[in-house]
């Protein structure tokens, strides 16, 4: 063993960081599902990870100029541009590397797509056009964009995933940042008004209408509580809808586009919507949904 100087009497440990309600929702989900114990600890791991980040990012100060964000929003575009997003990149890196490491250590992630994910990451000149290319064609801002473009030629498996979530902390501040200066009332668009990405959650407000949550900056938007926010498909007669048993949560099912959407219904709950919560504790309903031939 090595020789630790002592610490100084004058600096005692630092207290463990209070836990926040979504951990200790985490925390008492495992209890309650042992059988969902990996992926609620890879979200445990995930969740703490982001915080630690996004408690370092700064809130950026984005001026909107009120005529380009109607005019954005009129147009369907999102409003955080590339450059907007208080990216810092070594800090950009290390998030990469530990969400990487995450997923690995969870099986979320194969060897060998790690270890070139990891290998990107330490190229400077790689990765930072990279990401601007994958930023910009799948939030869309630009105008000529197409969202729906966004291939990376060549690029890892898994990638994108670890992207998104690395994406996350950065991305959450912009939201944090634009969402008390723009209003969004006229947003009626499947897709985040923020950032582009598309919803990976919703939650059904107690006056029953709907709201989606982005993927990647986890803003919310309201959205029409029968409509598909991936195809835009209002046919009711088309859209499949069950839930869980006790009510708690719902599934949007899409019989054009044949994808689907999970929901937290706060019609009948004890506490709010937590979507890193939710997200995990609906597990079992995303098997019943590519069960009935949906996907996510
Ligand atoms: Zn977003
Ligand atoms: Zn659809």
Not at 68 to 92: H, K, M, N, T, Y
Not at 154 to 182: H, I, K, N, S
Not at 211 to 230: E, H, I, K, N
Not at 241 to 258: E, H, I, L
């Amino acid at each position: 063993m090595s020789d630790l100087p002592p610490l100084p009497a004058d600096r005692p440990p630092r207290p463990p960081r209070a836990e926040t309600r979504e951990i200790v929702e985490l925390k008492q989900l495992r209890l309650a599902q042992p059988e969902l114990a990996s992926a609620i600890d890879m979200q445990l791991a995930l969740v703490e990870m982001q915080r630690r980040v996004q408690g370092r990012v700064p809130l950026p100060r984005i001026a909107i100029e009120p005529e380009w964000a109607r005019a954005q929003q009129a147009a369907g575009r999102p409003l955080v541009r590339f450059a907007d997003i208080p990216l810092e990149w070594s800090d950009f890196r290390l998030t990469l590397r530990q969400t990487a490491d995450i997923l690995l250590r969870f099986e979320a992630l194969e060897r060998a797509d790690h270890a070139r994910i990891v290998a990107l990451g330490r190229e400077g000149n790689a990765l930072e056009p990279l990401v601007s290319a994958w930023y910009n064609a799948s939030s869309g801002v630009e105008p000529g964009a197409d969202p729906r473009t966004r291939e990376m030629p060549d690029a890892p498996a898994g990638l994108e995933q670890v992207l998104v979530l690395a994406m996350r902390p950065f991305l959450a501040r912009c939201a944090e940042a634009l969402t008390p200066q723009v209003d969004l009332a006229s947003w009626n668009h499947g897709h985040c008004p923020i950032c582009g990405w598309e919803a990976d959650f919703a939650v059904i407000t107690p006056g029953a209408d709907r709201r989606l949550f982005c993927g990647r900056c986890v803003a919310q938007w309201s959205f029409a509580p029968l409509t598909c926010p991936f195809c835009a498909n209002d046919d009711r007669a088309l859209i499949t809808s069950f839930a869980t048993r006790d009510g708690r949560y719902r599934v949007y099912a899409c019989d054009v586009c044949r994808r689907y959407l999970k929901a937290y219904d706060a019609r009948h709950a004890q506490r709010q919507v937590m979507v890193a919560v939710d997200t995990i504790a609906t597990l079992p309903l995303d098997a019943a949904a590519m069960q009935r031939g949906y996907t996510g």
